[in-house]
C-alpha cells in the first residue's frame, strides 16, 4: 500500500488484495467435489464490503504490522464470516433467498451443498490462518481469538439468541438485545481488530483503547443494519427487504423506534471518536471504517 493513500484508497487497495487471495486460496470449481468446490466459491466471491478483512489490515498497518503479515488473519476471517452467512440464510435460519444480489447458496445449489459449504469454509479459515506469517505465539494467540469470536461465547451464541427472540415469545430489554449484537454481530467484528493488533504486537493499553473503538463499532454496525431492513430496497441491499418485521426480530426500531435508533447510533459514531482519539492520525483508517459502518446504504 501506498503509505501516502488515502483512507478510502488504502481501503480500495484492501479490498483488491482480499479478493485475490481469496481467488487463489480458495479450491477451483473445477476440481472434485467440483459441486462444494462452486458453491464454496459462490459464498466467498461475490462481494460484500469486506468490513472483517478491511478492519484487520487498518489495525494492523496502523502499528507496523506488514500486510504479508496480515494476509492470513484477514482471510481468515472473511471466511468465518462468509460460512456464517451460508448457514444463516438456511431455511432452519433466516431463510432467505437473497445475498449480495445473487441467490443464497442453498438456492443456488440446495441445502445440503450450502451447509458442507459453510463447514468447509470454516475449516480453511482455520488452516489459513496456521500458516500466519507470525511468530508461533502470535499465530496461536489468533487462533483462540477467532476460535471464540466465532463459538458459543461470540457469534454461534449471539445466533442462538437471536433465534430464542425470534417471533415475538417474548420483548427484550435494551441491555439484553445489545448483549445479543455483541454477540452475533460485535464478536466477530471485535475479533478482527484483535487479529490485526496481535500481529502488529500491540501492547496491553492500546488494545483496551482498541477494544472499546470495536465494541462501538459492532454495535453501530448491527443499529445501522435494522436501520437499513426497515428504511432500504431490496436492490440496494442485495438482500431480501423488510425480513426482520416480518419474522418478528428482535430489532433496535422494533424496541425503541426508528428516531431513537437514530440517536443511538450517533451515540456509538461519538464513542468511536472518542476510543481513537489518543491514537492519533495512526487510525484515519479505523474512524473512516467506522463512519463506514454508520453510514452504508447496503
Same mark, same amino acid.
Given at each position: 500500500?501506498?503509505?501516502?493513500? !488515502?483512507?478510502?484508497?488504502?481501503?480500495?487497495?484492501? *479490498?483488491?488484495?482480499?479478493?485475490?487471495?481469496?481467488?487463489?486460496?480458495?479450491?477451483?470449481?473445477?476440481?472434485?467435489?467440483?459441486?462444494?468446490?462452486?458453491? &464454496?466459491?459462490?459464498?466467498?466471491?461475490?462481494?460484500?464490503?469486506?468490513?472483517?478483512?478491511?478492519?484487520?489490515?487498518? !489495525?494492523?498497518? =496502523?502499528?507496523?504490522?506488514?500486510?504479508?503479515?496480515?494476509?492470513?488473519?484477514?482471510?481468515?476471517?472473511?471466511?468465518?464470516?462468509?460460512?456464517?452467512?451460508?448457514?444463516?440464510?438456511?431455511?432452519?435460519?433466516?431463510?432467505?433467498? /437473497?445475498?449480495?444480489?445473487?441467490? !443464497?447458496?442453498?438456492?443456488?445449489?440446495?441445502?445440503? !451443498?450450502?451447509?458442507? =459449504?459453510?463447514?468447509?469454509?470454516?475449516?480453511?479459515?482455520?488452516?489459513?490462518?496456521?500458516?500466519?506469517?507470525?511468530?508461533?505465539?502470535?499465530?496461536?494467540? &489468533? /487462533? *483462540?481469538?477467532?476460535?471464540?469470536?466465532?463459538?458459543?461465547?461470540?457469534?454461534?451464541?449471539?445466533?442462538?439468541?437471536?433465534?430464542?427472540?425470534? #417471533?415475538?415469545?417474548?420483548?427484550?430489554?435494551?441491555?439484553? /438485545?445489545?448483549?445479543?449484537?455483541?454477540?452475533?454481530? #460485535?464478536?466477530?467484528?471485535?475479533?478482527?481488530?484483535? $487479529?490485526?493488533?496481535?500481529?502488529?504486537?500491540?501492547?496491553?493499553?492500546?488494545?483496551?483503547? $482498541?477494544?472499546?473503538?470495536?465494541?462501538?463499532?459492532?454495535?453501530?454496525?448491527?443499529?445501522?443494519?435494522?436501520?437499513?431492513?426497515?428504511?432500504?430496497?431490496?436492490?440496494? $441491499?442485495?438482500?431480501?427487504?423488510?425480513?426482520?418485521?416480518?419474522?418478528?426480530?428482535?430489532?433496535?426500531?422494533?424496541?425503541?423506534?426508528?428516531?431513537?435508533?437514530?440517536?443511538?447510533?450517533?451515540? /456509538?459514531?461519538?464513542?468511536?471518536?472518542?476510543?481513537?482519539?489518543?491514537?492519533?492520525?495512526?487510525?484515519?483508517? $479505523?474512524?473512516?471504517?467506522?463512519?463506514?459502518?454508520?453510514?452504508?446504504?447496503?
Amino acid at each position: 500500500m501506498d503509505a501516502a493513500a !488515502t483512507p478510502a484508497q488504502a481501503a480500495t487497495q484492501w *479490498r483488491q488484495r482480499i479478493d485475490a487471495a481469496l481467488e487463489r486460496i480458495l479450491p477451483p470449481a473445477d476440481e472434485a467435489p467440483q459441486r462444494l468446490h462452486a458453491a &464454496m466459491r459462490h459464498a466467498a466471491l461475490l462481494g460484500g464490503k469486506r468490513m472483517r478483512p478491511l478492519l484487520v489490515y487498518a !489495525t494492523g498497518t =496502523a502499528f507496523g504490522a506488514s500486510l504479508e503479515a496480515l494476509d492470513a488473519p484477514a482471510l481468515a476471517v472473511e471466511l468465518v464470516h462468509a460460512y456464517s452467512l451460508v448457514h444463516d440464510d438456511l431455511p432452519a435460519m433466516d431463510d432467505d433467498a /437473497l445475498r449480495r444480489g445473487q441467490p !443464497t447458496v442453498h438456492v443456488a445449489f440446495d441445502e445440503a !451443498t450450502a451447509i458442507l =459449504a459453510g463447514d468447509a469454509l470454516q475449516s480453511l479459515a482455520f488452516d489459513t490462518l496456521a500458516h500466519a506469517r507470525c511468530d508461533a505465539r502470535a499465530t496461536v494467540d &489468533m /487462533l *483462540r481469538e477467532l476460535a471464540v469470536a466465532a463459538g458459543a461465547r461470540g457469534m454461534c451464541g449471539g445466533q442462538a439468541l437471536d433465534i430464542d427472540a425470534t #417471533g415475538g415469545a417474548r420483548v427484550l430489554r435494551i441491555d439484553e /438485545l445489545e448483549h445479543l449484537h455483541a454477540l452475533k454481530t #460485535g464478536a466477530l467484528l471485535r475479533a478482527s481488530v484483535r $487479529l490485526g493488533a496481535i500481529a502488529a504486537g500491540v501492547d496491553a493499553d492500546t488494545r483496551a483503547q $482498541l477494544d472499546r473503538y470495536a465494541d462501538a463499532l459492532g454495535l453501530a454496525f448491527q443499529v445501522r443494519d435494522d436501520l437499513l431492513d426497515v428504511e432500504g430496497d431490496s436492490a440496494t $441491499l442485495g438482500k431480501t427487504a423488510g425480513k426482520d418485521a416480518a419474522q418478528d426480530k428482535a430489532t433496535f426500531p422494533a424496541l425503541i423506534g426508528v428516531e431513537s435508533s437514530r440517536a443511538r447510533l450517533a451515540e /456509538l459514531a461519538k464513542a468511536m471518536e472518542n476510543a481513537l482519539a489518543p491514537l492519533g492520525p495512526r487510525a484515519a483508517a $479505523l474512524s473512516a471504517l467506522g463512519d463506514l459502518a454508520i453510514r452504508r446504504s447496503h
